[in-house]
């Protein structure tokens, strides 16, 4: 008998007819895209040297296509792609190296703030000292915590981490709620946020960090800690992404000043430029001022009184007024606007990523070859929304008192915090209260002198 001739591959036109349509199909698909190509090229050849991919699951190099035949008499699932997710995605964000123990810092963790405390605030303290080099001082009502501990089975690995000396439990007081006044701070002196404050104070920790309440954080930190002599009034910093992976941009204020004074944002340019320089490692951080227009006439009284102010100043570089468009250009490295304007911003961008997401899901195409599709995208999607989501951001500084402050969201979760004890350990880790004392002493020397 005459026997089939045989393509490229070396197997016959009778072996292709064989293949299941769904993984014809996949073939096709996969031979459109010319980014997947050779991928393509080396699985295909795999799969089809094992004889039978018709119903059993090819070697891993034939991943997708085994995936493919298995769910080809069913709703064929989203396929995760092993090497295209190793080329796109590169090494996860855990170094794997061991974290010296003579490296880690105390950061004091106001374990009572946040709408979910302090279950999913502890449970974020757990892993951060698995993957920072940091030790915690989680300080929290003793009957909130054994609750939480319970709830969340969190008891194994705090008795390990306390063993192992990485979490320190500190009993506090009645705490402050998410809707009371900032003043409250004052009348609480033994609430979790007032004590965290004291630990900075005291020197048993080098930064605090708390999801609660933003005023009475921010009252609490002025209290205990004070302020930096020469600043008025201190800022919370947030960092935002940028189109440039490896770039973000610092935006100072988004909350702690609803209204504020020309002088008040020439000063927040100059922490910006010192957390920039200092944590970000950006060697001269371009500095914005958030405008309407970028011409120096463009604003209201507030910027234009403070557009000659920022142009005059030699201890940084300024770029110019920044436009609503330009804040996640990469064109600044730092941006300065009220707290009023910049909380828009933030919650603004806190909702883009979930927005953006819902939009391109429901735009993908349906059907079998959308989700075959849909499948090669699931990992792009996932790193807009990391870059996106404001829980891999964690927390905000507040930069103008005298300590490392690290404010969190308000529905901080476990993600979030780890995220936000990470942004403490860099500030406290670089110096940033050295160059901070300095800039203060040279403000009272100008204020002196003038």
Partial sequence: MPQNPTDATGQGSSSRRSRPKAIRRLVIWYRRNTAVTSLVGSASAAGTAAGSMAGSV?????????????????????????????????????????????????????GMGGDYAPGPILEGCLRAVRLLPVRVKFVAETAAIEAAVAELELGEDLREAQQQGLIDLVPSGPSVGMNEEATVVRKKRDASINMAMDLVKAGEATAVYSAGNSGAVMASAIFRLGRLKGIDRP????????????????????????????????????????????????????????????????????????????????????AGNCEGRDVLSGDF??????????????????????????????????????KVGSAFLMSNLRRIKKRLDHAEHGGALLLGVNGVCVIGHGSSKALSVVSALRIAHSAANHGV??????????????VACG
């Avoid at 189109?243 to 702690?256: E, F, T, W």
């Avoid at 006439?297 to 009184?305: E, P, S, Y």
């Avoid at 209260?433 to 100008?446: G, I, K, Y």
Wanted: glycine content about 10%; proline content about 4%; some cysteine.
């Fill in 333 to 370: 490295d730092v941006v300065v606007c009220d707290g009023f304007t910049g909380n828009v911003l933030l919650k603004f961008l806190e909702s883009v990523g979930s927005v953006l997401l819902d939009v391109l899901k429901a735009e993908l195409p349906r059907g079998r070859r959308g």
């Fill in 58 to 110: 090819v070697n891993t190099a034939g991943t997708a296509a085994g995936a493919a035949g298995a769910a080809a008499n069913t709703v064929l699932q989203p396929l995760v792609f092993d090497p295209l997710r190793r080329l796109q995605q590169g090494v996860g964000g855990v170094d794997g190296e061991a974290i010296n123990d003579a490296d880690r810092l105390w950061v004091a963790v106001d």
């Fill in 235 to 318: 800022a919370i910093g947030a960092l935002f992404p940028t189109k440039d992976p490896a770039q973000q941009v610092l935006v100072l204020d988004v909350g702690a000043n609803m209204d504020a004074k020309p002088s008040y944002l020439h000063q927040w340019a100059l922490l910006g430029n010192i957390y920039s320089r200092d944590v970000l490692q950006v060697q001269e951080p371009r500095i914005g001022l958030l405008n309407i227009g970028e011409e120096e006439c463009k604003g209201n009284d507030q910027a234009l009184k403070t557009y000659p102010l920022m142009a005059a100043e030699t201890r940084f570089r300024f």
């Fill in 433 to 446: 209260m050295d160059d901070l004392h300095r800039l203060s002493e040279a403000e009272n020397e100008t």
